[in-house]
């Protein structure tokens, strides 16, 4: 049986061609990638994205091509048969064209979706989502790669089960590879991230709230900028429950998802950083209490077109797998780790007047910069440092440099200062956007900032000489610097977003 004559243009060869290609190169790439365990980022999106659209292109060409040479033909006036042809099954030809084709359907049925599903894994892969665009995931990748989440793909919090959110985004996803493409995308990527699938169906998979814990401790070691980066540890434990197991979700921190509580907000920008309305209904009992900013108060007309957000695990823990430490936060970490010699004097405060007084375009010119100007702060006012702790210097600057490359990324403008953490009221108000003792309700409750509503500090001080608290009683939260009288009316953040500046 020979081949119809409208398969003789060039188009239609092409296309031939194309699909032979691209699918004697995907065969070659699934063998590849069978002999090596890793064939990074891109090798997954060429066998499973580019070929396979390749392989289809072409398998298209193949009528396309056919059907312009027949209009052609039909134009030009001469005579060609168009007519269905008739398959006849005693003609030994006809049986095997037949035969032929039908297994060759089958074949690339089979084919076709046993890549659609690796296509499908593929692109829940953290490979694809994290490393296909570097330069722009490069921050969420990496800080990913330091959180405790490390080992859980990001489809499991951005995607999670059911089609829906499966197509939903990939819609979105096929948008932003054209703004990646076309540059349009914002520097940095913004966040809160108003698409993200509630928490309680993604986070609820792996943590739910019947098995937390009702308390868990967290220890830090923090180096004051002074003369000796002078040690000051704070042991807390923090009050996740109530004292007792048995007590459930019924008070401490995790109150707020108790499935009894509502607790919504209205914000007073996107952002979310500023809560000037909040309302708490209990809906065992039906009370509802309205709390108000007594300072900030929310206008009329913002109130009234607003829709309230409920509050679930990502008002709290927003960043559960990117984490952008701060300066302090990262040095801290460093000296801690003995990757930044804690012998050498001065360091911490060197470091963080570079952090806070320079703005980095660029991480080349960053890591430059840095390192001069720690070796300028020394020779300016430390110079006998400087001559007889060269090599401490110069460790520490690697040191100080690991942290800054993993938690600042000049290039997408993404830092700590881009992305509050709302853990927390030191550098970002946190808790306190409603636990500041300003939140009034008609009947003048107040949202509490009692410093014992959610941790007792267990221990404070200097390594050699802390104090310690009594069994089961919290002390007095001394702050590492003395402070003139009256900070405590303040909010922690009123120095602390930016300390060092
Ligand atoms: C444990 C859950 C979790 C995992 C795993 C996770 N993310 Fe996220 N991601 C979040 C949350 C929560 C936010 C911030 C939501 C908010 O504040 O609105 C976020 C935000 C983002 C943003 C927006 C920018 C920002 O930081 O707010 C990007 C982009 C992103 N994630 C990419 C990824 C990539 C790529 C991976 C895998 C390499 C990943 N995520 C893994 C939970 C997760
Ligand atoms: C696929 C399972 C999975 C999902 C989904 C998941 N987590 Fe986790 N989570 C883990 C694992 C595993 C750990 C690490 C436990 C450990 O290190 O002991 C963890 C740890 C944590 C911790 C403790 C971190 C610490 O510093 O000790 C918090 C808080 C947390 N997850 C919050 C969330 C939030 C919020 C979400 C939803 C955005 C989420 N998780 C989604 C598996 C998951
Ligand atoms: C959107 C506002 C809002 C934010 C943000 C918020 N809370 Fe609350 N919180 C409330 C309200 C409202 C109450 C109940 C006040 C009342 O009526 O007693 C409450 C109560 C509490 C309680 C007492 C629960 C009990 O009865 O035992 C604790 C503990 C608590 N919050 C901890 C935190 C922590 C920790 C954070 C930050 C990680 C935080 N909250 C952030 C609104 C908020
Ligand atoms: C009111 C703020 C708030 C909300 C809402 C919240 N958490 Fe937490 N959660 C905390 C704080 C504070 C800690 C203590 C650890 C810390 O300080 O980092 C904590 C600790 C945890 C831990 C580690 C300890 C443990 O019990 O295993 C997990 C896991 C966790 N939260 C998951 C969740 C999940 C899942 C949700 C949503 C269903 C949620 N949290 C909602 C504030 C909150
Ligand atoms: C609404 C809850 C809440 C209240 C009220 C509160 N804190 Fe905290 N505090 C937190 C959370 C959450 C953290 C973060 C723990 C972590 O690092 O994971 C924290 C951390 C701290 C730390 C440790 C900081 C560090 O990095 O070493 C100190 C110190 C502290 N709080 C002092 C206070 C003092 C003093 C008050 C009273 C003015 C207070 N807190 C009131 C929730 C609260
Ligand atoms: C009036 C300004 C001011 C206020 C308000 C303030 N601090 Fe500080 N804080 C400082 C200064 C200055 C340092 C010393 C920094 C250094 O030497 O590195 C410091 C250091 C600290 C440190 C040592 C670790 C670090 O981050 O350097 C902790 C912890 C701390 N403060 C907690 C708090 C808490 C909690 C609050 C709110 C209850 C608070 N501070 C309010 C000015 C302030």
């Known amino acids: 049986m020979k081949l119809p004559k409208s398969l003789d243009n060039s188009i239609s060869l092409i296309g031939a061609i194309i699909a032979v290609v691209s699918l004697v190169i995907m065969a070659f790439l699934v063998i590849v990638s069978l002999f090596l365990e890793e064939g990074g980022a891109y090798t997954g999106l060429f066998t499973y994205i580019i070929m396979p659209a390749l392989l289809v292109l072409g398998l298209i060409l193949i009528p396309v091509g056919m059907w312009l040479k027949i209009r052609r033909v039909k134009k030009s006036g001469q005579p060609m048969s168009t007519s269905w042809r008739v398959i006849d099954f005693n003609q030994r030809s006809h049986r095997n064209a037949v035969l032929i084709f039908g297994f060759g359907t089958l ?10 599903y690796e296509a499908y894994h593929y692109t829940e892969s953290n490979e694809f989502c994290g490393e296909t665009c570097h330069k722009v995931m490069s921050p969420e990748y990496t800080t990913y790669q330091e959180s405790p989440h490390a080992r859980v793909g990001c489809v499991e919090c951005h995607v999670g089960a059911g089609a829906t959110w ?7 996803g096929l948008y932003q590879v054209y703004s990646v493409l076309t540059n349009k995308y914002p520097h940095p990527i913004e966040t809160p991230v108003h698409s993200l699938r509630p928490a309680r169906e993604t986070c609820q998979q792996c943590h739910w709230p019947e098995q937390f814990y009702p308390n868990q401790l967290v220890n830090e070691r923090h180096f004051l900028a002074d003369s000796a980066n002078s040690e000051w540890n704070i042991h807390l434990r923090m009050r996740i429950g109530s004292d007792h197991r048995s007590g459930g979700l019924a008070e401490g921190i995790h109150w707020h998802i108790n499935p009894n509580i509502q607790v919504d907000y209205i914000p007073a920008t996107d952002k979310r950083e500023d809560i000037p309305w909040v309302r708490y209904i209990n809906l065992a009992t039906g009370d509802t209490t309205i709390y108000m900013d007594s300072e900030n108060p929310l206008d009329e007309e913002t109130l009234s077109s607003a829709v309230p957000r409920t509050m679930d695990c ?14 302090q936060d990262f ?9 930044i010699p804690k012998s050498l004097p001065y360091f911490k405060q060197a470091a963080m007047q570079v952090m806070f007084s320079e703005s980095f375009t660029n991480l080349d010119t960053a890591k430059m910069t840095i390192n001069d100007r720690i070796k300028e702060y020394y020779e300016t006012e430390y110079p006998d440092i400087l001559a007889t702790q060269k090599d401490s210097v110069e460790k520490a600057i690697v040191g100080l440099l690991d942290g800054f490359e993993r938690n600042i990324f000049p290039y997408m403008q993404a830092s700590w200062d881009a992305y509050p953490d709302h853990i927390g009221h030191i550098e970002f108000n946190g808790c306190f956007r409603c636990h500041n003792n300003q939140h009034v309700s008609e009947s003048g409750k107040v949202i509490s900032q009692d410093c014992n509503l959610c941790h007792t500090i267990l221990q404070q001080g200097p390594p050699d000489n802390p104090q ?8 007095e939260f001394e702050h590492p610097v003395k402070l003139k009288k009256g900070w405590k009316e303040g909010l922690c953040t009123d120095c602390h977003r930016y300390l060092y500046e």
């Open 107 to 116: 074949l690339f049925v089979m084919l076709s979706s046993i890549g659609s």
């Open 166 to 172: 499966y197509v939903k985004s990939k819609l979105s």
């Open 314 to 327: 990502i008002d709290c823990h927003n960043r559960p797998s990117h984490r952008y430490k701060t300066p």
């Open 331 to 339: 040095t801290d970490r460093q000296i801690a780790a003995g990757n």
């Open 468 to 475: 310690v608290a009594q069994f089961n009683q919290s002390l």
